[in-house]
């Protein structure tokens, strides 16, 4: 019978028969019992009690037995802190057991017991570990450096595990490097600053060395850690390009992406002349080619991560064209990316296949593909000069199709053509204006209109049209608004003596009887033109305009840079820098390509990469409690206003990251409701509606009370303040850090994703007062392990005052007594989930720095 029958119980009362159990004579009836102290583990029953005789059960030759209580140590360690103390000896005995599995167990096991208590007894043991002689028991040891440093940095330090580490880099065993390597990685990345791969040549030797034996995992961590290393010259380069690219064949995508970051890095470094650059170019595109023969989700990642290397080197797959033709059965998301990078290679040499392959697409059935495929056909046209009358020739019969969707696509994107190629494929207007009443997505409609007013002298009945869409003017988007006035005024200006009563009548509409300021200012702006100067007007409003530029999507040369150097991770499928989605307090390494010998670009693009971003959530950098002096607001001094602190605003989201929307932020509490104070900016050229928001799961249940109250369209150039109560009845689900906050907000444009963090202050609610008995009572229930202290330092306040400004975040002082000249003040805090928290303020007089001291009986809420 299989270990499934464990889970099958439904017994109540068993914890006293369990116990009964594990306390047996009989090894085989032992060994059961734990297995079903696991299973009820497994399946969330509270088991802590069973510590003490699960712990007793350690003492035994049987390996599994012994795996088995370590898991279940591992489990209730945190807990049960005080017992788990009882197991060091049995670990310190099995780290010199003769079994290296034993001693490998033993030695895993201590790193994952997350317990402070327990630590120091464990360097001994770790340090025989780290010089064992069997290298399954130091590989094991090299992980649980990392998982000590996570819980006591300072104590690794000072017992010089670090240098025991960067000693194993040497090791002869390879699996032994490459976790040596992914325990200091791990390490250096909590702290950026550290230096602690300090990688030359004679190192990076033995790297390339290692790589060949160790397993696909191993490669990963050493061609991850080759990624950060900076070669002194291009024969160098050369030298650890050569040695790294037969990792390109390897069976493991991930092996072949890591490869694929240090080719693409250290290429930097090559002079574009050498003969080897031009190898190494042919030798990239096929392990590429292979992995879109993966699963339908590794083709995804495999996709969003060719789309930044054709970005960058388009000439690596050039030949390639035909790989990315979309399949039958291929999924949306693969679909749309292929799409993406066929028009990124599309050239003079194959335009005809893709313009074929892109028409039959137009007539799938998935009305998002189809679109995306007019799209391309018209973006194809703008890149590649040549076929754009080819291009154009495909739109029309597409438009023939007379179906909806497509048609109103084809129009958006011969308008495009028409702005970079003017005065060349006029001859279709006719076609475009046979459709004009089909057109209902406002897009579409815009489009037309704009066609309509850029050519109203060779479009004989122009005014007629113009004025159809003038009849339903209030109905329409802002969008068609704005390009009805243009196109009427630019009409006005080519036949003046026949549209004077149009003209008057749409600034009527503009000015007069619309609330959208965009519309009113640009309709002002033409009035003010005509009545003043109509030459000046008409040099205005018909000036030649520049051509649009052949490709408007392509990332930003400094952020391509950034997710080049982040390929294979995350960075490379979001097409976002780690900064942008990593949260918490380790600091993110802002990674640059070398800067090689032929490489362009100006001294100031070179001087901007590693730069930290403009504005920094102040929450990212200062460590847990550093804020306490805020959420206190001790230090504002006497002549501050009452009232709850309110932390200056910072950017919440930047607008390279939401296609120019910027928005930034602060909470406030006010009159016993929690408000998000928000500031939305439009840094982008097109008006942004429909605004609304959302939050994810958080600690505390924070949800919107209402809708986000964005009454008019945001123009371009615009700001509006918003403030959004919240309530504190949304879902509940534990944060890391316990006052994260991830927020969605959705506009026209797209759906824009960021965190931040509230202070804790505004959970504080009003009714926090506490009678003194109760307090007293309640300070002795609290566990010491819930008590935690800070110091506030250059504060000039009194007790008393600094009482009264307290009492505006509401926080109330219970009690007051004076020892040895020193203030102490009690007080009480309750949070909007009902925890109570208690605080002690120690001052004295002259001594501009206090102590706090802050307990609950809720395990963690006192940090923050």
Known sequence: MTDSKYFTTTKKGEIFELKAELNSDKKEKKKEAVKKVIASMTVGKDVSALFPDVVNCMQTDNLELKKLVYLYLMNYAKSQPDMAIMAVN????DCEDPNPLIRALAVRTMGCIRVDKITEYLCEPLRKCLKDEDPYVRKTAAVCVAKLHDINAQL???????????DLISDSNPMVVANAVAALSEIAESHPNSNLLDLNPQSINKLLTALNECTEWGQIFILDCLANYTPRDDRESQSICERVTPRLSHANSAVVLSAVKVLMK???????DLDYYGTLLKKLAPPLVTLLSAEPELQYVALRNINLIVQKRPEILKHEMKVFFVKYNDPIYVKLEKLDIMIRLASQANIAQVLAELKEYATEVDVDFVRKAVRAIGRCAIKVEQSAERCVSTLLDLI????????????????????KYPNKYESVIATLCENLDSLDEPEARAAMIWIVGEYAERIDNADELLESFLEGFHDESTQVQLQLLTAIVKLFLKKPTETQELVQQVLSLATQDSDNPDLRDRGYIYWRLLSTDPVAAKEVVLAEKPLISEETDLIEPTLLEELICHIGTLASVYHKPPSAFVEGSRGVMHKRLPLGGDIGGSPAMGAGFGAAPAVMPASLNAPVGGGLGDLFDLGGGVGMPMGAYIPPKTVWLPAMKAKGLEISGTFARRAGVIQMELVLTNKAMSVMTDFAIQFNRNSFGLAPAGPLQVLTPLGPNQTIEVSLPLSTVGPVMKMDPLNNLQVAVKNNIDVFYFSCQYPISMLFVEDGKMERQVFLATWKDIPNDNESQFQIQDCHLNSDAASNKLQGSNIFTIAKRTVEGQDMLYMAIKLSNGIWVLAELKMQAGNPNYTVSLGTRRDGEQHY
């Open 90 to 93: 049995t670990f310190v005995k």
């Open 156 to 166: 690794v330090e000072d017992q010089g595990f670090l240098d025991t580490l960067k």
């Open 266 to 272: 250290f290429m930097e470094m090559l002079p574009k």
């Open 400 to 419: 023939q199709t007379k179906v909806n969707y497509v048609v109103q696509e084809a129009i958006v994107v011969i308008k495009d053509i028409f702005r």
